[in-house]
């Protein structure tokens, strides 16, 4: 029994999720062996079924799940389809050799925006995605990075304008800052950003499994998944970077921050030294100097913000000593030593 390939013309899709939802639809028909729907932009899908399967139960199946379709073009499969240089055939994903171990499209090790991204890809192009993840889902940017960061400068901005903001004439105060609180909103915010942009979204993709676990190459073929094997027949590294820390003498038996643990502390220091006069450094060294910390900067270069053009380096280190910031520069770390519950920098 030959199998034949029918192009559908969809009409009603509006996202991503449209795509899905359709790819779920013609699958679920008896005798259909693959379903590629591109993308919503471009309306239309391709089933390849067995000869058994009816036009118009394809067509139902759409219309089941809310949206239209009509058959553009049905062509049978007798002949082979052509390969590309690689000796992959189009539209039909590399299947690894046969072994131990489950298979499947696409193996993706990192939840993050990236690894999300990729998955989504696959999942839109018709491909089964796995996505592995060793730490929280949703990577930097919600985490650690933009969402929280940019929730605690916009906090301690709006106390720091109500006593600062430069009007004749307007009499405001900023009171005490309530630094427990402002990281209670901002860890809510991350929770919240969390769950809706990642966790609720692999609700949306049928196609995409998600993994808690720590992925390692077992060989070239295979991923090891806490114990578990599978054979992928691509794979995407989205890891991320990792923590580094120069290697200063006494850095790391003194105990040092970096800006995720910075970001989470529960008390504020009445002083902190931020090593390192760029983007990061610099926004940690603002935050908590309008928070109420004693802040200086140390930076080894001539200047702050080194990758940009001389008058703004200039222009950011007067404002943040306007705003109380200590900013040395041209300083070279030497060692670090605590003494009685406070830490030393020797330059």
């Known amino acids: ?79 082979p389809a052509a390969e590309s240089e690689d000796g992959e055939k189009p539209g039909v994903p590399y299947r690894s050799p046969p072994g131990s171990g489950e298979e499947m499209d696409l193996l993706v090790i990192g939840a993050g925006s990236a690894g999300f991204a990729a998955a989504i890809k696959a999942a839109e192009l018709g491909y089964s995605a796995t996505l592995v993840e060793a730490g929280t889902i949703g990577g930097t940017c919600v985490n650690v ?37 402002v990281l209670q909103h901002k860890d809510e915010l991350v929770q919240e950003l969390r769950q809706s942009r990642y966790v609720d979204v692999l609700d949306a993709y049928p196609g995409i499994r998600y993994l808690r676990g720590r992925a390692r190459f077992v060989d070239t073929a295979t991923v ?70 004693a802040v200086t900067v140390v930076e080894l270069l001539d200047r702050i913000a080194p990758g940009e053009d001389e008058a703004i380096s200039e222009a950011l280190k007067g404002y943040l000593e306007g705003e109380g910031v200590e900013v040395l520069t041209g300083v070279r770390t030497d060692r670090i030593q605590r003494r009685e519950g406070r830490v030393i920098l020797f330059g």
């Open 145 to 181: 990075g933009c969402v929280p960061s940019k929730t605690l400068i916009r906090a301690v901005g709006v106390h720091h304008a109500a006593a600062h903001h430069g009007f004749r004439g307007v009499s405001t105060t900023a009171g005490a800052i309530s630094w427990p609180e």
């Open 224 to 293: 090891e998944v806490d114990g578990r094997s599978y054979r992928p027949s691509k794979v995407v590294l989205a890891t991320g970077a990792s923590l580094w820390a120069p290697p200063i003498p006494g850095l790391r038996e003194s105990g040092f921050l970096t800006s995720t643990t910075a970001m989470a502390l529960r008390e504020l220091p009445g002083s902190l030294i931020v090593l390192g006069g760029n983007a990061v450094g610099l926004e940690l060294a603002q935050v908590f100097a309008r928070a109420g910390s």
């Open 1 to 79: 029994m030959s199998d034949r390939t029918l192009k559908l013309a969809i009409t009603g899709m509006t996202c991503g999720h449209c795509t899905a939802h359709v790819r779920k639809a013609l699958s679920s028909v008896p005798g259909v062996k693959e379903v590629n729907v591109p993308g919503w932009q471009e309306g239309r899908a391709e089933v390849r079924a067995s000869s058994q399967v009816a036009v118009q139960s394809l067509i139902e199946a759409v219309r089941q799940a809310g949206y239209d379709a009509e058959l553009l073009e049905e062509e049978g499969s007798e002949e």
